[in-house]
């Protein structure tokens, strides 16, 4: 059973596997200078709400698995633990702030991964259990929803697919996708 975190609104057992490198894959990350780096991170996440799970830091790059609200994006994440991170290094080390001159400790990107074990077969029984919809009734996924195509895939793969189940998702899709067009000029 996964522990749950609860919000004003909102129950949740969100995890991000995150990883970014240094600047130039410079291996900066040494005895003291990764203890505080591991420090600051760890700081960070506990003001915004967020629990570091693992983080382990490499000579070159961060590992970070974190559960976080779900108000925060994946992006704003990383903005926010790589620019204040960068920062605060550079100010207590002179050597960090010397090598990275241009005040860019981090390299631009960084990899993002979801952590969990949530299965398709999961999913109707805990909505089920909740009250939220009938087990019975079908899920749907949308692969690609575009003007020309439109692909949906069932976990049901043995039923056919009714062609007035796909004209009804087409129209949804469509209410969805384009806006409704304006009647009267302003």
Known sequence: MPDYR????TVYDIHYHFVWVTKYRYQVWRGETAERAREIIRQMCVSREMTSLKGPVS????????????????????????????????????????????QHLWARGYLCGTVGAVTQEQIPSASAEGGLV???????????????????ASPQMNQPVRSLQIQVLVHLLRLSLYPPPRLFRT
């Open 134 to 152: 009938n087990s019975s009734a079908p899920i749907w996924s949308v692969i690609s929803a575009r003007t020309s195509r439109l692909f949906i």
């Open 59 to 102: 000579v070159d790059h961060v590992h970070l698995r974190v559960s976080c609200p779900p108000s925060l994006s994946p992006a704003q994440i990383a903005h926010y633990i790589k620019g204040i991170s960068s920062r605060k290094l550079q100010d207590e080390f002179p050597l960090l702030k010397k090598r990275y001159w241009g």
């Open 6 to 9: 609860k919000g004003a609104h």
